[in-house]
C-alpha cells in the first residue's frame, strides 16, 4: 500500500546535516535550559522592536511601553506552549507579528483617535481599538484552521507563492530594522561581525566536546556586546555626545527598568474594555491572511530544521486554530499586535542544530516568570555583574574602588 502524500517525509539528502538533536530527543538539563534561554534572548530583542515603534504614536510613555513588552512576552510564552502542546508540536516559538504593524499604524492615525488632548487617555483608548480589531479578526484563523480548510488550500501554496509574500512583509521592515544598527554602529555593526564569527568560522571549536560558540554563538555575541557597551557607559565615552547618540549607545537610556514595576503579572482586559469597529477589523483581518502564509511556510521550515516529518494538513490546521487563538489571547491581554511563528527563532535552530521541543518549552518559562519580574532578576544580574567587572578591573587595571564606585552610581541611573 502507498504512502498518503502528506505521511512522507523529507529524503535523507534533504535533512539538515550535523544535526544533533531532533524533535524528540533532548539535549542535557544545563544545555537545554541555557539553549532555551538564548531562544528567550531572541524572542526579546525581535519583541520589543514592535512595542519600541508602536507605542510612543499611541501616546503612550515608558512606562506604558515597558508593560507592553512585559505584555507581548507573557502571551508570547502561552501561545509557544499551547503550540507546542496541542498545535502543530513543533519547537516553533510563536511571537509578535511585524505584519500587524501596518494596519495597526493605520488605526493609531485615525481621526477619531487624534482628538484626545491627554496623552494617556489617547493611548488607552487607541489600545482598547486595536485589541477589538484583534479579537474580531481571529476568528478568521480559528474558523479556517478548526474547519479543516486551511489544511485543504494549504496543498495549492507553493513556496513559489508564499516565498514572496514572506519577503515582501521582511524588506517592508528594512527600513526600521537595519538603520538601527547604524544609530549606534560601534557596538551595532560589531554585534553582527562577532556573531558572524562564532556562528560561520568558529562553530568547529569544541569545550569538552561541545561546540560551544556554534550552540551558544546569540548568546556568547550578545553578552560580549552587552560588556563592552556597559563599560562605554560607565567609564564616560558618551558623557559628551549629542543626545541622540546617548539614546542609542548608551547601556541605560532605554528606560524600560526604572519605569518597569517590580513584579506585574498581565491579566485579559488589563488597560479596559475592547472597542470594535467594521473599519479596524477588516484592516487586521489582511494581516490576519499574511500571517497566515508566513505561519505556514515556518511550520514547514521548522519541520524541517527539527528532522521531523512535514506536517499533514490536519496537523497544519491544527496548529493555525491554535494561532488563531493567540490571536485571540493577544487582543484580550492587549499586546498591541497579534501573533504569527517567530522566522527569527526558526533560523536559531538551523544556527545551533538543536531541533528539539524541549527546548522551546523551556524559554516558555523564561517569557512567563523571568521577564514579568525582570526588576528583581535586572537587580540581582547589575550587582552581581558590576562586582564581578570591578574585580576583573582592578586585576588589570587596578583601582578596584574607582571602578566600583562608577558601576555603583550607574545602578542608581538604572534603577532611579
Partial sequence: MASKPEEIGFPPLDQLAGLEYCIDSNPPWPEAIML??????????????????????????????????????FVAGINTLLQSLFGTRLPAVIGGSYAFLIPIMTIISSSSLQNFDDDEERFLHTMRSVQGALIASSSLQIILGYSGLWGIL??????????????????????????????????GLLELLVLAAFSLYLRHIKLRSLPIFERFSILLSVVILWTFDYLLTVSGAYKHVPHKTKLHCRADKA????????????????????????????????????????????????????????PPAYVLSRGIGWQGIGILLDGLFGTGTGSTVSVENAGLLGITRVGSRRVVQISTG????????????????????????????????????????????HKHELFA
Avoid at 512567563?368 to 576583573?392: D, E, M, P, R
Fill in 255 to 310: 528606560d524600560l527598568i526604572s519605569t518597569a514595576p517590580w513584579i506585574k503579572v498581565p491579566y485579559p482586559l488589563q488597560w479596559g474594555s475592547p472597542i470594535f469597529d467594521a473599519g479596524h477589523t477588516f484592516a487586521i483581518m489582511a494581516s490576519v491572511f499574511v500571517s497566515l502564509v508566513e505561519s505556514t511556510g515556518a511550520f514547514f521550515a521548522v519541520s524541517r530544521l527539527a528532522s521531523a516529518t512535514p
Fill in 366 to 409: 523564561f517569557m512567563l516568570f523571568f521577564l514579568n519580574t525582570w526588576k528583581v532578576w535586572c537587580s540581582v544580574c547589575i550587582n552581581s555583574f558590576s562586582y564581578f567587572l570591578s574585580y576583573l578591573l582592578h586585576t588589570f587595571w587596578g583601582s578596584h574602588c574607582h571602578w566600583h564606585f562608577l558601576f555603583t552610581v
Fill in 154 to 187: 494549504s496543498r495549492f501554496l507553493s513556496p513559489l507563492g508564499s516565498t514572496p509574500v514572506i519577503a515582501l512583509v521582511g524588506l517592508g521592515l528594512y527600513e526600521l530594522g537595519f538603520p538601527g544598527v547604524a544609530k549606534c554602529v560601534e557596538v
Fill in 36 to 73: 532555551g534561554f538564548q531562544h528567550y534572548i531572541v524572542m526579546l530583542g525581535t519583541t520589543v522592536m514592535i512595542p519600541t515603534i508602536l507605542v510612543p504614536q499611541m501616546g503612550g510613555d515608558d512606562g506604558d511601553k515597558a508593560r507592553v513588552i512585559q505584555t507581548l512576552l
